[in-house]
RNA sequence: GGCGAGUUGGCGGAGUGGUUACGCAGCGGAUUGCAAAUCCGUGUAUGGGGGUUCGAUUCCCCCACUCGCCUCCA
């Protein structure tokens, strides 16, 4: 078995991952807020996880790990959203819940085995905001119920930083009715038009951190293996759970291994409404770029460091894809040919593949890697290709081995006969030696974006990506 | 101001205390009627300054610059 070794945030070292029960490796992942179709950054995470998700599952067993992600469906972006449109709670976190599930999954990413709504962990929340009044770390005033940070004298230690540091910075919001600066609300009250459950404390509602807790104590116990997220979670959201998990649960440690992932760029710049570069995974899906492709250029950059999104590396991500994807074709790859690989005992994973994944799930090296073996000439030779691109979810059906939204399939009847016509008269032309018309043809077929390949005498065709149909309209 | 991450060839992007992966682009060649596709080959890099060491891109210190968080944004 390969040793996983994985970048604890806690420690800012490099560590053995050893699960606390390797029967039941457990993950808890931090999922959306449901208030709006996820975009691109939030996509990060899931195929971050998602490759890990599946590294365990590898080295474990898939019966023996479990995976959490949440959805947060209490939130007062949510009540904004509902207020500006005059539609149900419900109705949105219900829509936009459904969205996410779709988008990630047109990412090829595995569906964790809970994805627990907020919601429904009500009573879980209210029961450890008792406890820790009950145990000093928290108290009731003004309908609210905060956290009291001076009662944890580790608060601050995951991301580096000490209470002084903080009230330093300033920016805390200074409430009436906190103790201290930095305390953090775990519950505050509702009124008629906001979404409110009834506690000890009166009619209200959740604080943002304590859901978190709450839902990865309920499903995975007082202390799991890995939690992981956005690094822009760090602080205050992870450092709010750990002090009111520890303050919960004193004799557990919450997470051995804490990973964060790094922020997106879009063309170098931070993704933003206001600078026009902002975007949700629909839209590029949208505009037909394929899942596969997106989850490649997410893969070719390593999870600890920023990532760009540009086209540049878009269309290399596609290129490339497609290269492989051919190549397995031509060696015959189909869901028969794969299933009599498995039955063999021949289905085996590349070791420097799953030596890069285990390596702080270097994903760049693994690409790396599949370059070369792509460069086989059998297809024994390319099982270590074929075997790694499903198992990071490249490739999802042996069957069809083309990206998943490339636009060939969409084709009028009419274009198939008509390229085949025009490729028979140039073959005519060329066995007439008349150049000028072949080269004309070509350029035809040039315009409209048919890539042609001429291997030793059999022409074959593809629409490539800048297939543009009205070229052709003319020779039907 | 506090905390953290980072700086590798034209671009993207890894590993490594001692010959610096890999991809794209470029260049040369094979192939081709000429091309495309494919195949083969190939040049170019470790921000600056100190230190440790026989030897530093890698370890330590300082500086510069970039990015993120500290504003319920993954």
Redesign the pocket.
């Known amino acids: 078995m390969t040793e996983i070794r994985l970048h604890n945030?806690k420690t800012?070292t490099r560590e053995v991952f050893t699960p606390l029960d390797p029967e039941n490796v457990r993950m808890y992942v931090?999922?959306?807020?449901v208030y709006d179709r996820?975009?691109?950054?939030?996509?990060?995470?899931?195929i971050v996880f998602d490759v890990l998700y599946r590294l365990l599952r590898h080295t474990y067993g898939a019966d023996h790990v479990t995976y959490v992600r949440n959805i947060?469906d209490v939130?007062?972006?949510i009540n904004a959203r509902a207020a500006e449109t005059g539609r149900s709670i419900r109705e949105i976190t219900d829509e936009t819940a459904a969205w996410y599930i779709e988008d990630m999954a047109a990412l090829g990413n595995l569906t964790p085995d809970h994805s627990p709504r907020a919601t429904e962990y009500i009573a879980q929340m209210v029961t450890m905001i008792e406890g820790l009044i009950a145990s000093g770390n928290a108290y009731a005033a003004d309908g609210h119920v905060l956290f009291s940070v001076a009662s944890y004298p580790e608060y601050g230690a995951l991301?580096?930083?000490?209470v002084d540091?903080?009230i330093?910075?300033?920016?805390?919001?200074v409430a009436p009715y906190k103790r201290d600066p930095?305390d953090f609300?775990l519950w505050?009250p509702s009124d008629d038009g906001q979404p409110g459950w009834d506690s000890p404390w009166g009619t209200g509602r959740p604080?943002?951190?304590i859901e978190c807790s709450a839902m990865a104590g309920a499903l995975l116990g007082e202390s799991f293996d890995i939690h992981g997220?956005?690094?822009?979670?760090?602080?205050?959201?992870h450092e709010n759970e750990i002090a009111q998990s520890a303050c919960a649960h004193p004799e557990h440690e919450m997470a051995q291994i804490w990973l964060?992932?790094?922020?997106?760029?879009v063309e170098?710049?931070?993704?933003?409404k206001s600078l026009g570069n902002f975007f949700t995974v629909r839209d590029l899906l949208d505009q037909g770029v394929p899942g596969e492709v997106i989850r490649f250029v997410f893969l070719?950059?390593?999870y600890?460091?920023?990532?760009?999104w540009?086209e540049?590396?878009r269309?290399?991500a596609e290129?490339?894809l497609t290269?492989w994807l051919s190549?397995l074709r031509k060696h015959g790859y189909s869901p028969g040919m794969v299933a009599k690989l498995k039955a063999s005992g021949d289905w085996t994973a590349d070791h420097e593949v799953i030596g890069?994944l285990s390596?702080?799930m270097?994903?760049?090296?693994v690409?790396?890697?599949?370059?070369?073996l792509?460069?086989a000439k059998t297809a024994y030779g390319l099982v270590g290709l074929a075997y790694a691109l499903e198992m990071l979810g490249l490739v999802r059906d042996w069957d069809v081995l083309e990206l998943s939204t490339s636009q060939g399939d969409a084709l009028p009847d009419w274009v198939g006969p008509v390229v085949d016509d025009i490729l028979v008269q140039?073959q005519k032309?060329?066995e007439a030696?008349d150049?000028?018309e072949?080269?004309r043809l070509?350029e035809v077929l040039?315009a409209s974006g048919v890539?042609?390949?001429?291997?030793?005498g059999a022409v074959t065709w593809v629409p490539g990506p800048n297939f543009d149909i009205a070229q052709l309209e003319s020779f039907k």
């Open positions: 945030t800012r931090c999922g959306p807020t996820a975009h691109m950054g939030n996509a990060r995470p899931a947060t939130d007062d972006k991301s580096g930083r000490t540091d903080m330093a910075g300033a920016r805390v919001e930095m609300v505050k604080g943002w951190h997220g956005g690094n822009d979670l760090m602080f205050p959201h964060h992932n790094e922020m997106l760029l170098g710049r931070k993704m933003s070719s950059t390593h600890r460091k920023p990532m760009d540009t540049d590396k269309r290399e290129a490339t290269g190549v890069n390596s702080d270097n994903t760049p090296g690409m790396a890697r599949l370059h070369l792509s460069k140039r032309a060329r030696k150049w000028a072949a080269d070509r040039n890539q042609v390949a001429d291997v030793k």
